[in-house]
């Protein structure tokens, strides 16, 4: 990811917090869970801009924020951003080669939930 954001002029950065540990987890899966939310942000941050991860550890979770400084979700597509083939006003509208089918983030939540977690979307945390 982070040859992308170069090549796309866009600053990528992240902190992880040293008392988070993988736990037990499928590398794979939450990998792509990552990938799916950092490739969303950088397709939706323009040039110049910022896409950066951070990482917190609760008493029973861990949470991970992947923000950027792109455009902006509007509050009522939030709740359905997660469903299968769901796609925003915007990102029916972008012209350009990245054209998904809304089912990434779907893909995403079904990792998480198989990990016995609640899945939430939450607008960026101060973390």
Same mark, same amino acid.
Do not use: K
């Given at each position: 990811m982070r040859a992308r954001a170069e090549r796309a002029v866009i600053r990528f950065s992240g *902190? =992880?917090?040293? /008392?988070?540990d993988i736990g037990m987890i499928a590398p794979d899966k939450i990998q792509h869970v990552l990938y799916n939310l950092l490739d969303n942000a950088l397709h939706h941050t323009p040039h110049g801009g910022h896409v950066w991860i951070q990482g917190k550890r609760t008493d029973? =979770?861990?949470i991970i924020a992947v923000c950027n400084d792109g455009s902006v979700i509007p509050p009522d597509e939030m709740p359905h951003l997660f469903e299968s083939f769901y &796609? %925003? /006003? @915007? #990102? &029916? *509208?972008? @012209?350009g080669d990245h054209r998904g089918g809304g089912l %990434?983030? #779907?893909?995403? &939540? %079904?990792?998480?939930?198989?990990h016995g977690t609640i899945f939430r979307f939450t607008p960026p945390l101060n973390i």
């Open positions: *902190t =992880m917090p040293p /008392d988070i029973h =979770m861990i &796609r %925003g /006003d @915007s #990102a &029916r *509208t972008q @012209s %990434g983030l #779907a893909i995403a &939540r %079904g990792f998480i939930e198989a």
